[in-house]
């Protein structure tokens, strides 16, 4: 007899993790549950390390969770205490590139929006194509476009997340934008703020195509973080976005493009970025 496979719709997959990872959390109370997340991009998955006193997940373990494979992706959710703050981490996320569909690289947001996180910072690594941006910048995502040829909400709509056609006309909160360029300029710093264009890799792009990005509008250009973002907002979680511009995108200047590079500089301006988050979290927290 052929054996009958009952899959689980989207809801219920995301309950069902959202529901492990609070019974692990349930090991330590003291934690309480966490109202704001951070996704660790390429190279930045030190911050999670810091978390005090914390509950460490490994993806494989939560029900239903994509796990990566990319390098310099370790794979695990870290929930600790930054201060007073609790803090979920996600040490490394999963792309389309490796073969995942846009709805399973953001499912880890639905996952997020079902345990009662409020608010979401994104990071990532990404190529700077704005001239005025250096190699090793920080940038504030204050927009996107995506060029994923995919959107992680198509197919039904399911009501419990969100509505069918979620506004995205402020993706970016302005107000934790304007609590980042603060913070920032506290450290002694300057944030600057650019569109980011996802586009969906592995190779990185060509030089016609950096042109062509820069002509529609884009500063930015990644390989992640957008069906994050619209994910995070059909559910209501307001969203914070922060490149590490880990080299200037291709034809910017007359050097090669390698992922080794890329997590070089992630490492290298891990302290600037990891004071940046110390900074801006409890902030946002203050709000929530
Ligand atoms: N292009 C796309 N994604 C990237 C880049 C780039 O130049 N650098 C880091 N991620």
Redesign the pocket.
Known sequence: MPKTVIELDEYKRAEQAAGHILSCLAAKPHLGTPKIAVVLGSGLGDFANDLKDSVQIPYEEIPHFPHSTAVGHAGRLVVGKLGQLTVAAMQGRVHQYEGYTAKQASFPMRVFGLMGIKAVILTN???GINLAFGQGALVLISDHINLQSANPLIGPNDDRFGPRFPDMTEAYNRKYRRIAVDEAARLGFTLHEGVYAA?S?PS??TPAEIRYLRTIGADL???STVPEVIVARHMGITVMAISCV??M??GVTDKT?NHEE?LEIGRQVRGKFIALLNAVMPRIAENL
């Open positions: 690594a990404a190529g586009l890799g990185y792009e250009v990644g390989m880990t080299n995108a291709a493009i890329v």
